[in-house]
């Protein structure tokens, strides 16, 4: 059991599969990439397998999401989804994507055990689309979230980062198209991971300013604690349902308390929170010839020290030194 000091049980695994990215959003990196890490580095197929497996039959996790980068870049996805979901007990998978490789690759992953989908999508605007993500690819995105929805893949989940001077206008159309196409949207607050560090706490859209302008079109009724359990979104139904938006506030209304999630990163290293600036080498214990047990007892001991918070709430907080796309979202 992955259990920390303060009580909370990680049963949520974010594994990032590589660092690479097909898209320069500007929240997440520059216009001309970053020095991406070298095959070396990286995890091989073998030793992420070998690491979910540890997770899942050893350490209690029951969710485990791939994510990047980009994800559908790594060559030995599908493989990779398909040795996973046959470990016993079986953990439920999903991919958080950009949704580009997805019409090509939707039913190949199904059909290897994957059970769902995030794909990122920002505006329903090609224009803005291509200065967000400096890349001519909305359509593309579009087509993956159609082909996700026909392979079963659901549900569906949409998520979205609005961005003054840009789309801060689009959550009622947004949500409209969502709710229209049978996708879940969800609204995350941007957050201080870009490597630029051109993040700034004042003038970004809150969640309270998403919900406001979504009430100029929509009812909404919060659903109960109770339901929302440890996910990071809050979440409404919309009109009286069945269509339900959420929102994850992660800089206004953190939600550590019920934090549930540990996660790896494409070189191998445990990572406590999103924001934590301290790793635990996985990587070195498993090219050293460390037994399952010995990889299980760091994994603990990492977990352990978990902090009690992101420190997104204090208005001091410093930008980590390693880019989302390193990390895993």
């Not at 909370?8 to 959003?25: H, M």
């Not at 290293?269 to 214990?285: I, K, P, W």
């Amino acid at each position: 059991m992955l259990i920390d000091t303060y009580g909370r049980v990680a049963t949520d695994l974010r594994v990032s599969l590589t660092d690479k990215c097909n898209l320069r959003c500007t929240y997440c990196m520059p216009e001309e990439g970053l020095q991406w890490l070298s095959k070396t580095d990286l995890l091989s197929d073998d030793e992420i397998v070998r690491l979910v497996r540890v997770a899942v039959t050893d350490l209690g996790v029951t969710e485990v999401r791939f994510t990047g980068g980009e994800p559908l870049l790594r060559p030995g996805l599908v493989s990779i989804v398909e040795r996973c979901a046959a470990l016993e007990p079986r953990p439920r998978m999903s991919l958080t994507t950009n949704g580009i490789g997805l019409k090509r690759t939707a039913s190949a992953l199904k059909a290897a055990g994957l059970d769902r989908v995030n794909v990122s999508l920002d505006t329903l605007r090609p224009d803005v689309f291509k200065t967000l993500t400096r890349r001519d690819r909305h359509k593309d995105v579009l087509e993956g979230l159609e082909a996700a929805r026909e392979a079963g893949l659901t549900p569906v989940k949409v998520n979205s980062v609005l961005m003054p001077g840009l789309n801060a206008d689009e959550a009622p159309e947004l949500l409209a198209w969502a709710v229209e196409n049978s996708y879940e949207l969800r609204f995350i607050e941007q957050m201080p991971l870009d490597a630029q560090h051109g993040w700034k706490r004042d003038g970004m859209i809150t969640a309270g300013d998403i919900l406001a302008s979504l009430r100029t079109r929509f009812t909404l009724t919060a659903e109960d604690d109770e339901e929302r359990g440890s996910a990071p979104a809050e979440r409404w139904t919309v009109d009286g349902g069945p269509h339900r938006v959420g929102v994850i506030a992660s800089v206004t209304r953190p939600f550590c308390r019920a934090c549930d999630r540990t996660r790896l990163t494409a070189d191998g290293q445990v990572r406590t929170c999103l924001f934590a600036r301290e790793e635990t080498d996985l990587r070195g214990a498993l090219r050293s010839g460390a037994p399952d047990e010995e990889i299980a007892r760091i994994w603990k001991l990492a977990m352990w020290g978990k902090k009690a918070g992101s420190g997104l709430d204090d208005p001091a907080f410093l930008q980590p030194d390693r880019p989302m796309s390193a990390i895993g979202g």
